[in-house]
């Protein structure tokens, strides 16, 4: 009987941890209620790449830190799953990201992922690719409408449940009244696009909240801090609360607001990067959601892996769309995040 290098590595992985192969799978299937083959089989369908394998990256800008962060987790799971990652910046600017993406298209990968600045901006070059066979997975915001384009999967966080989420504890905060603000992030971009409809979902049924001003930044913190320098002057002890499409806003605006005398406002914002939580954790932010970068950039590796060396397909092994919801930042679970995020888990 043969036994392959794989199953050897799961074989002393187990012992060292003191299971056997067996008493593991026993121990899972009675936690579970399954079969223990076929707990084991799940197992199993998480496993390296026996040959290296190419894949390139495109996020929508470096410079916003859930976008770096995500660089870091697939790059770190790529190591873990023998994968070499190219990255290809969208440096947060549409046409940027475009010419990125067309150059990506010229070059042979084994899998693709990538997330759009806007919608419908990255269509053609992504197209030629899945045309040539490569898959595409699509991380957070949709590159065209998924019945428009047979992407791999599209991995997400449901954006409506975050906006509503993180704005339904500003609200309660304000006891349900009062002046409030929006600042987005690009409009082209699906995931604004359902934190926007998340928000409104809450305040649209409120009458005594006041939405003062709903404009875009473009997840930039320096168009940011400028627009709310401008709402400060316009709008002064009106303005009690703001949610913010994502943490990065959200902390630059705080300095303006404070620099100005108005750390009173109530802040939320999206993304729950580590700034943000330990900002919830010592009182200055009132709210963030995670929006699980590494999950869904390590996802993307993961899925690569698995569709280019099990054969795993779409709606098949993986579903068209995946969601990858992470939780409401509180001081309760805040050190746990900080800890997943630091090993890229969450």
């Known amino acids: ?17 003191g299971l056997t192969v067996g008493a593991a799978g026993g121990a899972m299937a009675g936690l579970m209620g399954g079969d223990p083959s076929t707990m084991l089989a799940m197992a199993q369908e998480l496993q390296a790449s026996g040959k290296p394998l190419k894949a390139a990256f495109s996020n929508a800008g470096l410079q916003a830190t859930w976008c770096a962060q995500g660089k870091a987790a697939a790059e770190a799971w790529g190591k873990l799953m023998n994968v070499d990652v190219t990255w290809f910046d969208g440096e947060l600017s549409a046409p940027k990201q475009r010419s990125a993406v067309d150059t990506m298209a010229t070059q042979d990968w084994d899998f693709v992922a990538i997330q759009a600045f806007g919608i419908g901006t990255l269509t053609d070059p992504v197209q030629r690719m899945i045309d040539k066979g490569i898959p595409v997975i699509d991380m957070d915001t949709l590159i065209a409408p998924l019945e428009q384009l047979s992407v791999h999967s599209f991995l997400a966080p449901d954006n409506e449940f975050m906006g509503a989420s993180v704005t339904r504890a500003l609200v309660d905060a304000m006891g349900g009244k009062g002046g409030i603000v929006m600042t987005q992030g690009a409009l082209g971009h699906t995931g604004a696009q359902g934190r926007a409809r998340g928000f409104h979902s809450v305040v649209d049924s409120m009458p005594d909240i006041e939405v003062l001003d709903e ?8 168009k940011a801090t400028r627009i709310w320098d401008s709402l400060l002057t316009k709008y002064g002890d009106k303005i009690n609360a703001a949610f913010f499409h994502n943490d990065d806003m959200a902390l630059a605006a705080q300095n303006i607001m404070k620099a ?11 993304d729950a990067m580590p700034p943000a939580v330990e900002a919830v954790i ?8 995670r929006n699980p970068s590494c999950r869904i950039h390590g996802g993307a590796v993961v899925a690569g892996v698995a569709a280019v060396m099990s054969g795993e397909k779409t709606g098949e092994g993986i579903p068209k769309h995946v969601i990858t919801d992470g939780p409401v930042v509180t001081k309760a679970n805040a050190p746990g995040m900080l800890w997943m995020q630091n090993h890229y888990l969450i």
Request: charged share 30%; hydrophobic share 35%.
């Open 1 to 17: 009987m043969t036994t392959n290098k794989a199953s050897l590595d799961r074989r002393r992985f187990l012992r060292n941890a």
């Open 215 to 222: 404009q875009p930044a473009d997840w930039d913190v320096t």
């Open 260 to 270: 100005r005398g108005r750390d009173d406002i109530i802040v939320g914002g999206v």
């Open 282 to 289: 010592d009182g200055r932010m009132h709210a963030t959601v």
